[in-house]
């Protein structure tokens, strides 16, 4: 069973258009998060959500933002595409962050976006 | 916010040998620390953790160990394989919890 998945694996797009990339979790966890991943392999976190909060990374552009229609998705919509959002974007999920329980992160298998 | 340093970047080590990956943090509210192996086109996976109220911990091959005073915990790998090949990423998470920092990546190559 898949515990954090992404749609699509691969987006290709062109400069100026907007997308969006889905992820879902089956494993009950009350905190979701985007990550990007650049050529260099950083790993910088771009929004940690739960139904209480969302909490933003203040150097994400505006142009980002999460939707969460329910506790199990967290879909990432990007306006405005530019060449630098070429990256790979990973979803996770984690079920205590703030507590002394589980904090695990799980990823999902990571989405490839290109921007030409 | 929290500042996560790690080095080295890049390590090189002959089978059987041991590796050692050091991270520092900023913010002494931080009180977890995990690591996670990513393998090449792969997504990161914990492979080991501590919290702020421990100062080592082991599980076969890998330790990590945690200096609170210095703000520094350190990922130790011993008898070193090729399939543990990969990028490791120190965190530190403080505040709510909700805040995962991760350190830049450390490249780990095992020489058969």
């Known amino acids: 069973d898949t515990a954090v998945s992404q749609t699509p694996k691969y987006l290709v797009t062109q400069m100026g258009n907007d997308k969006s990339i889905k992820c879902e979790q089956n494993?009950?966890?009350?905190?979701m998060y985007w990550y990007k991943q650049d050529s260099k392999k950083f790993l910088k976190i771009m929004f940690s959500?739960?139904?209480?909060?969302?909490?933003i990374n203040e150097t994400v552009p505006n142009r980002f933002s999460p939707k969460s229609p329910d506790k199990a998705h967290l879909n990432l919509h990007i306006n405005s595409l530019e060449l630098g959002d070429s990256a790979v974007y990973f979803c996770?999920?984690?079920?205590?962050?703030?507590?002394?329980?589980?904090?695990?992160?799980?990823f999902g298998p990571g989405t490839r976006l290109t921007v030409l | 916010g929290e500042n996560v340093e790690q080095h080295p970047s890049t390590l090189s080590v002959q089978e059987g040998d041991s590796a050692v990956i050091k991270c520092t943090y900023s913010?002494?509210?931080?009180?977890?620390f995990p690591w996670y192996k990513q393998e090449l086109g792969k997504r990161p996976q914990l492979i080991i953790d501590?919290?702020?109220?421990?100062g080592e911990k082991k599980d076969q091959r890998i330790a990590v160990t945690l200096n609170k005073t210095a703000k520094h915990f350190s990922l130790h790998i011993t008898e070193t394989q090729p399939e543990d090949s990969a990028v490791y990423f120190c965190?530190?998470?403080?505040?709510?919890?909700?805040?995962?920092?991760f350190g830049t990546g450390t490249s780990l190559t095992v020489i058969p």
């Open positions: 996770a999920s984690s079920q205590d962050p703030g507590g002394n329980g589980d904090n695990e992160q799980f």
């Open positions: 913010d002494s509210a931080s009180n977890y």
């Open positions: 965190a530190a998470v403080y505040g709510t919890g909700n805040q995962f920092y």
């Open positions: 494993l009950g966890h009350d905190t």
């Open positions: 501590i919290r702020s109220n421990v």
């Open positions: 959500y739960n139904n209480k909060e969302l909490i």
